[in-house]
């Protein structure tokens, strides 16, 4: 708030800025909504978040150190939040590989070669981790007096992953609202954002491209590593989606 006072002062003696002038951008310094973004560092939450920007909102972007099988993913996901300029990025150490259930999070697992036909569950698919995201998200944006939360998640170009459907974000976001006393006891409810959820990964790209989105700093393969393995289910849904867009994936040209 002084810093705000300041800003104005300056902007009244240095640039003669009206006082009316100064009162609206005082106005709409203090106003700007805040909104939680889920950022996994993979392409889909690196997109939401530059959207999440576009429309107008400080974000703070919270990932997951959950245990999964590599750092890769949480390194481009410090520098997708630096990057764009976020008002915080949290990692929260949420060890779901204490009992793992997931390739993702259990080493004796293997991630298999992918196949984009499938419609079986994969053994990546790891058991609520878009429930447990959701809900530190809520408690997140509640303390914090955010009512807008982003999740990348789409039901289109997906490994079948049930927590990625539009009935789970519905009926997370009534939990949450039955569950935070904003929502419960204010009116004043907490909104699920799943912008891509009828999108295609190639819709996502074209988007992020003309949101400016660094795909090169992203990470997608499961497998880890300096390179993208290029045959896991990630890889080929990611290569998939580049050709379709039209793009060169600039992480594979680094
Ligand atoms: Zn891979």
């Known amino acids: 708030?002084?810093?705000?006072?300041?800003?104005?002062?300056?902007?009244?003696?240095?640039?003669?800025?009206?006082?009316?002038?100064?009162?609206?951008?005082?106005?709409?310094?203090?106003?700007?909504?805040?909104?939680?973004?889920?950022?996994?560092?993979?392409?889909?939450?690196?997109?939401?978040?530059?959207?999440?920007?576009?429309?107008?909102f400080d974000v703070y972007a919270l990932s997951f150190d959950y245990g999964q099988r590599h750092e890769r993913e949480l390194q481009s996901a410090r520098e997708t939040a630096q990057s764009a300029g976020?008002?915080?990025?949290?990692?929260?150490?949420?060890?779901?590989?204490?009992?793992?259930?997931?390739?993702?999070?259990d080493q004796s697992?293997?991630?298999?070669?992918?196949?984009?036909?499938r419609t079986d569950i994969p053994v990546t698919y790891v058991p609520a981790r878009n429930m447990v995201f959701l809900s530190v998200a809520a408690?997140?944006?509640?303390?914090?007096?955010?009512?807008?939360i982003f999740i990348g998640v789409s039901q289109v170009d997906y490994s079948g992953y049930v927590d990625c459907?539009?009935?789970?974000?519905?009926?997370?976001?009534?939990?949450?609202?039955k569950g935070t006393v904003c929502g419960?006891?204010?009116?004043?409810?907490?909104?699920?954002?799943?912008?891509?959820?009828?999108?295609?990964?190639?819709?996502?790209?074209?988007l992020g491209m003309e949101l400016g989105v660094d795909f090169g700093l992203t990470w997608s393969c499961y497998r880890?590593?300096?390179?993208?393995?290029?045959?896991?289910?990630?890889c080929l849904l990611r290569a998939k989606a580049f050709e379709e867009a039209g793009y060169t994936d600039p992480l594979l040209e680094k």
Not at 109 to 117: A, C, H, L, M, R
Not at 165 to 177: K, L, S, V
């Open 1 to 56: 708030m002084f810093g705000c006072y300041l800003v104005c002062l300056l902007l009244f003696q240095e640039y003669g800025f009206s006082l009316l002038m100064i009162l609206e951008i005082s106005y709409l310094y203090q106003n700007m909504k805040k909104a939680i973004v889920l950022l996994s560092g993979g392409l889909d939450s690196s997109v939401a978040l530059h959207l999440a920007k576009s429309k107008g």
């Open 86 to 105: 976020v008002k915080e990025h949290h990692i929260v150490n949420m060890r779901l590989d204490l009992w793992g259930g997931s390739a993702l999070t």
């Open 109 to 117: 697992i293997e991630v298999e070669n992918g196949d984009v036909t």
């Open 139 to 148: 408690s997140y944006a509640e303390a914090i007096g955010a009512r807008d």
């Open 165 to 177: 459907r539009q009935e789970f974000i519905d009926a997370m976001e009534a939990a949450i609202n």
């Open 184 to 206: 419960a006891e204010m009116d004043d409810p907490i909104h699920v954002h799943a912008p891509f959820i009828d999108k295609t990964k190639a819709d996502e790209i074209r």
């Open 224 to 234: 880890g590593g300096e390179k993208p393995c290029g045959t896991c289910d990630s």
